[in-house]
């Protein structure tokens, strides 16, 4: 299995473009994550997927934000506008539900620097 | 879900038993108690999971005391590449609503020493 892929690995983007992460879950898995990392707030749960519905999205910062799960194998993060205390690394990750499911498998995640 | 306390760092020698601790004084009888970590620059990864027995998996063992306030995660031989910030998480453990969260503290930066 290729586990949890994200790209880009890496963005720089300057203030005030459009931004879009994008994530590919382990095959078979009905979850789906999205967390960003800071070293100022550590990891933050911004939003969670269950069969591609958006479940809980009270982590999302502000309406910047935005995500989408079109189909079981991709979903997207979009920031638009972009600004500066957006840089941090985004995580996506995936894990199969039923009974207690909590392991979630993580991506390499997307470093994002907003200049 | 309850609140966990851990050291923020601790050394352990290459080799040696890393025994890294976790209070969870608020836990409640269907909270489970979960360790995950994250190696520089990596995403997070599962290591362990428990309710009141101990566990054991490949990578480490889990103690929970009979009280289950308070959890060891045990490392048995520690090596250079299990240097990492590791994460103690409570949470209800059932299926739908919320519950799939997972809450990340600041954790405990184990580094070891060859």
């Known amino acids: 299995d290729a586990g949890v892929i994200q790209s880009p690995r890496h963005e720089v983007t300057e203030m005030g473009q459009e931004v879009t992460l994008r994530c590919k879950p382990i095959?078979?898995?009905?979850?789906l994550f999205w967390y960003r990392q800071t070293m100022m707030r550590g990891l933050e749960l911004l939003i969670y997927?269950?069969?591609?519905?958006?479940?809980?999205d009270s982590g999302m910062p502000e309406d910047r934000f935005s995500a989408k799960m079109p189909n079981a194998s991709f979903s997207t993060l979009k920031i638009q506008p972009s600004e500066p205390r957006d840089s941090a690394v985004y995580f996506c990750?995936?894990?199969?539900?039923?009974?207690?499911?909590?392991?979630?498998?993580f991506g390499p995640g997307t470093r994002l620097t907003v200049l | 879900d309850a609140k966990t306390t851990q050291p923020p760092s601790m050394d352990c020698a290459e080799g040696r038993a890393a025994n890294l601790p976790c209070n969870h004084s608020?836990?409640?009888?269907?909270?489970?108690v979960y360790w995950y970590r994250q190696i520089h620059s990596q995403g997070p990864q599962y290591i362990i999971h428990?309710?009141?027995n101990n566990e054991t998996n490949e990578m480490a063992s889990l103690i929970i005391t009979e009280d289950r306030k308070s959890s060891t995660l045990i490392l048995p031989h520690a090596t250079l590449r299990d240097t990492a910030v590791y994460y103690c998480?409570?949470?209800?453990?059932?299926?739908?609503?919320?519950?799939?969260?997972?809450?990340f503290g600041k954790g405990t930066l184990l580094t070891v020493n060859p």
């Open positions: 998480i409570v949470r209800v453990a059932n299926s739908g609503g919320s519950n799939y969260k997972l809450t």
């Open positions: 095959s078979g898995h009905d979850y």
């Open positions: 997927f269950n069969n591609n519905v958006p479940i809980d």
């Open positions: 428990g309710l009141k």
């Open positions: 608020t836990i409640s009888g269907n909270e489970y």
């Open positions: 990750a995936s894990s199969s539900g039923g009974g207690r499911g909590v392991k979630q498998f």
